[in-house]
């Protein structure tokens, strides 16, 4: 499964994005029963967990993005979202998606990459 994320860019602190993820060449039957995240990686840093979502759209956040992000999923279209809020400096970092945990058959693709100024 190849992932493309996009929506990333560069913002103000306190403002918005929403980013997107597209199972492409996934078909629903592969890309419905997974739970899907998102996470994030600052230069050399470790990958981290940002919010899932599992098919029955339960979802669960780092407590560094509770109350400002959102995670959602459309499974006719084979897309993860993530709707964040009041944006601030530490969320700076490139932003993938995959599930959870993550899949060695999901492949991370390039990324989306969120800029947050001060």
């Known amino acids: 499964v190849q992932l493309q994320a996009s929506g990333g860019g560069l913002v103000r602190a306190g403002g918005s994005l929403r980013l997107s993820c597209t199972a492409s060449r996934a078909i629903t039957s592969v890309f419905n029963p997974e739970t899907v995240a998102w996470y994030r990686q600052e230069p050399g840093k470790e990958r981290e967990l940002v919010a899932s979502?599992?098919?029955?759209?339960?979802?669960d956040y780092a407590d560094s993005v509770n109350g400002r992000f959102t995670i959602s999923r459309d499974n006719a279209w084979k897309r993860v979202y993530l709707q964040m809020n009041n944006l601030k400096p530490e969320d700076t970092a490139r932003y993938y998606c995959?599930?959870?945990?993550?899949?060695?058959?999901?492949?991370w693709g390039q990324g989306t990459q969120v800029t947050v100024s001060s």
């Open positions: 979502i599992t098919p029955a759209r339960a979802t």
């Open positions: 995959n599930t959870y945990p993550p899949s060695p058959s999901w492949h």
